[in-house]
């Protein structure tokens, strides 16, 4: 028997059913997905939250300001 919710192994989030994990990373981590992050200093789309922080850092005078990702649905 699990103990506790899932954890994504590539964002950490947290589900409680494995058909609600596998929909998060078939939307969010497999290319293709459903949605994909934006940055928000230049624009460009990432598939996940950490490919987006790691850019992130090639804009150091803005390193230490607040953002907020958006987040888009991939246009067919």
Same mark, same amino acid.
């Given at each position: 028997?699990?103990?506790?919710p899932?954890k994504?192994?590539?964002c950490?989030?947290?589900?409680?059913s494995?058909?609600?994990?596998?929909?998060?990373?078939?939307?969010?981590?497999?290319?293709?997905?459903?949605?994909?992050?934006?940055?928000?200093?230049?624009?460009?789309?990432? #598939?996940?939250?950490?490919?987006?922080e790691?850019?992130?850092r090639?804009?150091?005078?803005?390193? #230490?300001?607040?953002?907020?990702?958006?987040l888009?649905?991939?246009?067919?």
């Amino acid at each position: 028997m699990r103990k506790g919710p899932l954890k994504c192994p590539e964002c950490g989030a947290l589900f409680y059913s494995e058909e609600d994990l596998e929909a998060h990373v078939s939307a969010w981590h497999k290319p293709g997905g459903l949605y994909y992050l934006v940055c928000p200093k230049c624009g460009k789309r990432f #598939e996940s939250r950490k490919g987006l922080e790691d850019h992130l850092r090639k804009h150091p005078e803005e390193a #230490e300001e607040e953002y907020t990702p958006l987040l888009t649905e991939y246009e067919e």
